[in-house]
């Protein structure tokens, strides 16, 4: 033992690497979430079916900090997760000031749109880092923006932009959009209509869908009927809920192929994804965790796999150091995506491919080949640099 | 005691070496998602296709160059075959998730990189026991070990790091902070410079062994592809250490490097994600296994062009040749 200590003092004084100073700098993250969060509760379907059931990407945060142990062993910094619940009425603003008068400055945000939007307008232009890694709102990157805040998670304008180069690649020009009547069905139809304009698709129509057996309304609630009477390649379907739309597939009118919300989903993550290193990052999740990893989980993953890729470049735990170097164009973000991620500086959205999935295979990834960018192949995804409505200071 | 025994069992190895003639000339290459071994003969036409084990990745010949591993990631094993006969000879077990590995010059410790687990592990290939277990950052990749056989580099692809280890000590005794995925490793001739590929960033780090600090890098980009297509895997350098061949994955391109000047000479266009190489002994022909169009590239090194493609099992990993 003393001979290997001494051997290895010896080692040490010639190579003198920073990696094993004996004291290493603790950096926390922070996972914010609230009790009683009704994204989470329980989403019955008729006859005590689950049909959408969300899971807490918490698991996603934790396989992020754990991947990150070596080069935390190599960087000096021994990286740790805070996970914080706050209960029903707790401030998630006092939180994080409290947190932050300890040092924290990286916050992963698993709360409601309306209080993320809140939070970053409370603390815009504070030395902070907060990461989105739940909601896909354009309105969070555009007018509800703000410097402290960066996205993980790919926004709706990215996923319909894939799902219709795809269609354009495939010459499925005619599309048919069925919506539902709640306001995220109605979000996600305004924002394919706006893909398809900018690809070039002819939507021949737009039909609204309730869920109901009324015989009144059989226009709206029987699917053969819904897709009678106009000619398409391919069904467009947004319905968050998903009662409906589980049923479109095999009951349209014409044999025509289901995309959107069931069918062919354009998203950020599959678990059946197997390229670029994908099979190993899903095996890792599911040893940890015991299920598959979601989109949500792959964007808290990526917040704190994308700030310690920082903390490695920048050789600094400063937050306005790490904002910057997000924020700049040398950041080379592995997404196991294979194209390198990095930060739009207009709008703080990361860059990166969109998986194009059925249930259990992953058909395409976005952009497709032939679509051209003229700087980067990822920014014809989503909203440019000339069409973003964020003001960032 | 291990380190006698070890030296021991060198000194056999080493004189059975020098008594051995020629190799048979077959050529294995390992399809990691049909789990088969296809082995070519030395005109590379197919004469058999072999099952083995699930998921065969990193191949090596035995010391005495009779026998061959293949690490099995599926099955969390490594099997040992004949080169000869194909035969399998034996398995060694309880080798989670095994991706790739080298030899040590003592030809009785497999230094084992274990993607799923984050760590490299030391076998004995004696008596299939595991002697050492080191932490590495997540999926760890390349494994290589000098020739004296005093350091061992593991690339970890997820934390852009290369380990090295100390065999003396047993002591992981530096991570050096890479480019961004590092696959795979080769050394020059004289073992000053270790060259390994940094697959997301699209080039390949020189590591000074002095130093073992990052002393420059190579960078690719043959015509009309853009840098983010550019995806560097494996890579080997010539006996005579003048030229270095990297397989540039999904670039479809193998990369012919100047050693000395750390200077592209040319692109060879190949098959689909190139990622395994191997060369002849008399560095006359470069084997390129294409992972996604399911072939292996074969290229005349005088005229720097494919000569022909051999379909093989699906997707293909590694290569070896029996040549000498």
Sequence with gaps: MTIRLACLFVLLTVLSGPAFAAERETFDFAYLMRDGDLAYARHRAYTGLSLRDRQRPLEGARLGVRDSKAIG??????????????????SSLERIEILAAEGIRVFLLDLPLAEVTELARAV?????????????????????????????LPSQAMRMDALAQFLLKKNWRDVLILEGTGAADKTLSTVFQAAARKFGLDVTGVRPFVLSNDPRQRDQTNLPILTSGVD??????????????????????????????????????????????????????????????????????AAIKVVVEAISRTKSGDASALRAFLRGDALTFDTYKGLAGSFRPWDNQLRQPILLHTHNAVVARAPLEGFLHQTNTLDSLGIDKSESACVMP | MRCLMGLALCVSLLSANGALAKGTGLIFISNEKSSTITVLDATDQVVKTMETCARPRGMHFSQDREAFYVACADDSLIAIYDVASQELLGRIINVAQPETFDLHPNGRHLYISNEEDATATLFDLETGEQLAEFETGEEPEGVQITADGRLVFVASEAANLVHVIDTETQDVIKDILVDTR???????????????????????????????????????????????????????????GARAYVALGRANHVAVVDVRQRKVLDYILVGKRAWGLALTDDGTKLYVANGL??????IDTATLKVVTSVPVGLVPYGILIDDH
């Design chain 1, 232 to 301: 398409y390649d391919v069904v467009f379907l947004a319905d968050s809920v998903g009662e409906v739309g589980r049923y479109l597939p095999y009951n349209t009118k014409d044999p025509r192929p289901v995309v959107g919300s069931e069918g062919l989903v354009p998203d950020t993550w599959h678990w059946t994804w197997e390229r670029y290193g994908a099979p190993q990052l899903n095996q890792r999740f599911d040893k940890r965790a015991g299920r598959r990893m979601t989109s949500e989980d792959w964007a808290a993953w």
């Design chain 2, 293 to 298: 169009s399911d072939d292996v590239s074969i």
């Design chain 1, 124 to 152: 815009a232009n504070r030395d902070l880092l907060l990461f989105n890694i739940r909601h896909p709102d354009d309105g969070l990157r555009g007018t509800d923006c703000a410097p402290v805040l960066f996205h993980t």
């Design chain 1, 73 to 90: 062993r190599a960087l000096g910094f021994r990286f740790g997760l805070r996970e914080e619940n706050l209960s029903e009425d707790a």
């Design chain 2, 182 to 240: 590092p696959r795979r490793f080769a050394l020059t001739p004289d073992e000053k410079e270790l060259w390994v590929s940094a697959e997301l960033a699209g080039i390949v780090d020189i590591i000074d062994v002095a130093t073992l600090s990052i002393t420059g890098d190579v960078a690719f980009l043959p015509a009309g592809f853009r840098k983010e297509q550019i995806t560097p895997v494996d890579l080997l350098i010539t006996k005579d």
